[in-house]
């Protein structure tokens, strides 16, 4: 939160979320393509979520470029 806060975001909502496996897959439906999903899915639903309402000019360009790369490997070489 204190990188979002940093970057200029505004957090403008915050509510502690839980997902039952079967929101958590539909939550991921975009990525069952990689050999990860189950993994993916079962941590979601393993427990607590924070969700966050953020706000900022271009906030979704902004937020992925501050986020990084999905994939770890990728985020390292960078």
Same mark, same amino acid.
């Given at each position: 939160m204190d990188a979002? &806060? ?7 909502? #915050?509510? #502690? @979320?839980? +997902? ?6 539909? +939550?991921?439906? $975009?990525?069952? +393509? &990689?050999?990860?999903?189950?993994? #993916?899915? /079962?941590? &979601? $639903?393993?427990?607590?979520? @924070? ?5 900022? /000019?271009? @906030?979704?360009?902004? &937020?992925?470029?501050l986020s990084g790369?999905? /994939?770890?490997?990728? $985020?390292?070489?960078?």
């Amino acid at each position: 939160m204190d990188a979002i &806060l940093s970057s200029g975001f505004e957090i403008s909502a #915050m509510q #502690m @979320v839980w +997902f039952d496996h079967a929101a958590a897959q539909e +939550f991921y439906e $975009a990525y069952k +393509f &990689l050999p990860e999903h189950k993994k #993916m899915v /079962d941590h &979601l $639903a393993s427990g607590p979520s @924070v969700a966050l309402e953020v706000r900022q /000019d271009n @906030v979704i360009e902004k &937020l992925r470029k501050l986020s990084g790369p999905y /994939d770890p490997e990728i $985020a390292r070489k960078l």
